[in-house]
């Protein structure tokens, strides 16, 4: 209880009152469905109990390091950044002090010991492991390594999910999927990760000692439910069949995005809801079509990016004039 009271002093003393910290824990719940109570007493439990400090190891793969900086840069909600800050990051190669024989020491402790979450980061190459080396041995030995004694495992970006853009290159990257066959990993896709999806999967998995609900590609169902189109606010322009051609006439300015490349149709995330940069933004709305970055195939499969002339793209159109993509009144 004690260690409590100074998780709550400690709250105070970063400029976050109790009152933001039980909004940012209910938020967070409510999209997990777990009781919101029941879940922020077991945050602050988990948390706050130094003693328990959840270790973390964390590996970078074939990556551009664009979900580490997602992960550092969470400083909105303070909330999110003080989830993430009392998380006890034993192994990071990017954003850890020690280097090369401390930092491999580090590592191989907490592998020893056991019991910690394991998240990676970037893809691992299937091609040949010379492609991705790390002290000296590759990647792949290490993900396999450190998975043995992890109790979670978390896949954080596209490409440690599903392979992303190193799975259409020479190295042909795959993701924890396919690299740990037989493992539960929770796959976080989007290119990067976003911060909400990361902390709320850490802390289900701290508070109920489970994993989440997944779809069956591994996406945690609270975030990955829903298509990018089902909740997009250029729909209505998709349903009656009004495209943007030309960006420089403002009266296309909301028009659907479909004819300059939009997979928002095929792609399943809670983008338009949850939106970037501390939810100011996403791609859509600042006028770029969705690239499918939540969905396996991407990058290849989504490709040409900015333009419609895609198979997926096509098969989206064929889809839509078949009428099997309902419109929003229909929804
Ligand atoms: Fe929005 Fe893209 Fe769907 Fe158009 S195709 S409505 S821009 S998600």
Redesign the pocket.
Known sequence: MDKEKEFYKELEARGVSRREFFKYCAATAAVLGLSELDFTAKVVHALGSAAKKPPVIWLEGQDCAGCSIAFTGTLNPPAASIILDKISLRYHEAIMAASGYHSESAYRETVKEGGYILVVEGSIPSADDRFCMVGGRPFREMVEEAAEKAVGIIAVGACASYGGIPGAGPTKGIGLNKALPGRAVINLPTCPVHKDHLVGTILYFLTTGKIPPLDEIGRPKAYFGQS??DN????S??DEGLFLKDWNDPRQKDW???EKG????DTYSDCPVRRWNDGINFC?DCGA??MGCAEPDFYAGMSPLFSANSIRSRN?MARKKAGLIPKKSEL
């Open positions: 990018v189109h997009c606010r250029r729909r322009y998709f659907c995005l479909y939009c997979k928002g149709p859509i079509g969705c989206i």
